[in-house]
């Protein structure tokens, strides 16, 4: 474990965070939940049986709320038969509100699309048909590789609808990622698209899926193929095939029948402290009922008024959870939105809050600290007084990018009370979210997510296991199963056990650093182990050395999160080049190198910086003292490096680096 180790200096600084602000009392009054839900709460296994049965349709009622005899792997709800796509789609329509606008897409060029309900659950079921025709089966894992458009949640519900498992890939992942998880899950079918818009350009994602099945020996046999933006791409007959002509093909009619309610709903890989991304699985009636129980008491969401907007990718857990199932199994409006938030100005944002009159908003520390940047007279053009709630998520929100949301985002157009901001902890892991204040109960503090929700244990602790007293740090554990955990590691359920259930005896390992502070609320530290965040997105060190001593100039390669005023974190590379290394005359080797990293895993995994060194500082026994490289990515001084093999070599790289 742990070049990042808890960072204390900062803690000390957060815990002068002095500021408090309870909830408005027309907020708190006209609230989902009050306080009282926390004592409900407390017959835990009672508590979830009753959010599964009031937030969900089962078409056959569970037995047993849940079975941890063979711990750590959990069942939920068991016995109980549930489908998602019925849950979010077919019983508004039955309930009279086929008309209500399910999503408002709003495309990087500027076009539009209202689709309600009746809409949504008629492609939905077209595409389940489609699916089926191609011989997709209950079981069958279907790749997703799509830009945020509308034909993502479909096809996401599609699937789930007949039961056949989606493995999403973000669409910034290269063909080489791509084809790795489709190889890991074994898919049958994989669902495209041409390309999406960036930044007012047509940018391509077929041709990856194309170079990602271009080898034999993958378990692919069609593609299905949205036109987004008409680019030529190249077709290979009898495997690719076109969505609209299969779905125009097939009947609107289809029958949702009940999955198990340990049915895999899908996989989601992520990184890890290896170099091998992980394939979280996770299951149906547990996911859902967390999921829709969280939207609704974190964002107090109202679905008959509120417009709700979460600016995460689908190719992330925030978009699966928080886009594709809890808002609609809870009936909610939202805004889906394809592009960058500066195309084609750095309005555009507060241009769709206004345009839709956004009342919830879920986004990224980063986003709000880039916002931040750009100014506060670019919000400041915008009517945002519909916002009435603000969410934060994916990684530590610090103190002053919260005071700012707050005022300029939150308390605009003149409110007399700023909007409530939940930050929300979680991970794709735990699949919904874990620790965030209760918008009308909790008194917020700028940085903090405080407090497990109800029905959740959460626990910081020692190394040895014991919990921390209040005013101390550790290690951030989760002390019961939860219904939306994920329930294994795709193929490895060793892994499973090792990665998460092994550190601590009996508790959830989640390789978070946290501190309680001295009233007991809970202050999220960063990572303990060798995954970075940057703008939110999980990175592994090992992946993206791994991929950099894949490249013939590099003999070896250290990576370290650098901490960075808007990503997050910052990746920096450090690389020694082998001695007959060839770099061509006018070649800069920093630019090769990352751009190697961004064709092996993909462009959000280029290093900021990458320094070529003459050595790596390492101890006597050969280990890689990466805390080193840190501090002087960091800009400090390293400090004693008396433990080095050889301890000139710091001074060397920090001579190198002032150069
Ligand atoms: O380090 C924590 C950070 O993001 C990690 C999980 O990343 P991922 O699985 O990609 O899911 C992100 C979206 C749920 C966690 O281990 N993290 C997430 N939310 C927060 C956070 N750190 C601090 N505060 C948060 N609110």
């Avoid at 006597?620 to 080193?628: A, H, V």
């Amino acid at each position: 474990m742990s070049q990042q180790t808890v960072n204390g200096d900062a803690f000390e600084n957060l815990l002068r965070e002095e500021r408090r602000f309870p909830p408005s009392p027309d907020f708190a009054a006209a609230a989902n939940v009050h306080e009282d839900i926390y004592a409900a709460a407390e017959d835990r296994t009672a508590f979830w049986a009753d959010q599964a049965r009031t937030r969900l349709t089962w078409s056959k009622d569970f037995e047993e709320t849940l079975d941890w005899s063979d711990a750590p792997f959990a069942k939920w709800f068991v016995g109980g038969k549930v489908n998602a796509a019925y849950n979010a789609l077919d019983r508004h329509v039955e309930n009279g509100l086929g008309d209500r606008v399910a999503i408002h897409f709003e495309g990087e060029p500027g076009d539009t699309e209202t689709i309600t309900y009746a809409d949504l659950t008629e492609r939905v079921k077209r595409a389940a048909n489609a699916f089926e025709s191609l011989g997709v089966q209950e079981g069958d894992r279907v790749a997703v590789y799509l830009p945020m458009i509308p034909e993502a949640v479909v096809t996401m519900l599609a699937c789930a609808r007949i039961g056949a498992v989606h493995s999403v890939v973000f669409g910034g992942f290269s063909a080489d990622a791509l084809r790795s998880r489709i190889d890991d899950a074994e898919a049958k079918l994989v669902v495209t698209a041409d390309g999406t818009y960036r930044r007012g350009k047509p940018s391509s994602l077929k041709p990856a899926v194309d170079d990602a099945l271009a080898e034999p020996g993958h378990t692919v046999e069609h593609v299905v193929v949205v036109r987004r933006n008409g680019q030529d791409i190249a077709w290979t007959e009898g495997r690719d095939l076109h969505w609209t002509e299969l779905l125009d093909a097939a009947s609107p009619e289809h029958t949702a029948v009940g999955h198990d309610s340990e049915h895999p709903l899908f996989i989601l890989y992520t990184s890890g402290t290896t170099g091998k991304p992980k394939g979280i699985l996770h299951t149906t009636g547990g996911y859902l009922t967390q999921t829709a129980y969280t939207h609704s008491v974190v964002f107090d969401l109202k679905p008959e008024s509120d417009v709700y907007w979460c600016t995460a990718d689908i190719g992330w857990v925030t978009g699966h959870s928080y886009i594709t199932y809890a808002p609609l199994i809870n009936g909610a409006t939202q805004v889906m939105y394809e592009g960058t938030p500066d195309s084609p100005h750095q309005g555009r944002w507060w241009e769709i809050v206004e345009k839709y009159k956004v009342s919830i908003l879920y986004t990224a520390p980063t986003a709000i600290r880039t916002m931040m940047k750009w100014g506060s007279d670019i919000p400041a053009k915008y009517d945002l007084s519909s916002i009435r709630l603000l969410g934060s998520v994916g990684e530590p929100i610090n103190p002053e990018a919260w005071m700012w949301y707050r005022e300029v985002i939150g308390g605009s157009g003149g409110k007399a009370e700023p909007a409530p901001i939940v930050d929300t902890w979680w991970q794709t892991e735990t699949g919904a979210i874990m620790i965030a204040p209760l918008p009308g109960v909790t008194a917020t503090k700028p940085g903090s997510a405080q407090v497990p929700i109800p029905g959740i244990a959460v626990d910081v602790v020692d190394e040895s296991g014991n919990s921390v007293p209040n005013g101390h740090g550790g290690f951030l554990v989760i002390r019961e199963p939860w219904p939306a955990m994920l329930r294994t590691i795709w193929g490895d359920p060793e892994r499973y056990k090792d990665t998460y259930w092994s550190r601590f005896d009996g508790m959830y390992f989640a390789g978070d650093g946290a501190k309680k502070d001295d009233d007991g609320d809970i202050w999220l530290l960063g990572r303990v182990d060798d995954v970075m965040n940057v703008s939110g997105h999980r990175l592994s060190t090992t992946e993206i050395e791994s991929a950099l001593v894949s490249h013939e100039w590099v003999a070896e390669a250290a990576v370290v999160g650098a901490a960075d005023p808007t990503t997050g974190q910052a990746v920096v590379a450090f690389v020694i080049l082998r001695g007959e290394a060839e770099i061509p005359d006018g070649e800069d080797a920093s630019a090769a190198l990352r751009a190697h990293v961004g064709k092996e895993i993909g462009p959000i995994a280029k290093p900021k910086h990458v320094l070529v060194v003459p050595e790596l500082p390492k101890t006597r026994s050969g280990k890689i003292m990466r805390r080193l490289l840190k501090d002087v990515a960091e800009g400090r001084d390293p400090g004693d490096a008396t433990t080095l093999a050889d301890p000139s070599v710091m001074q060397q790289i920090a001579a190198d680096l002032r150069k």
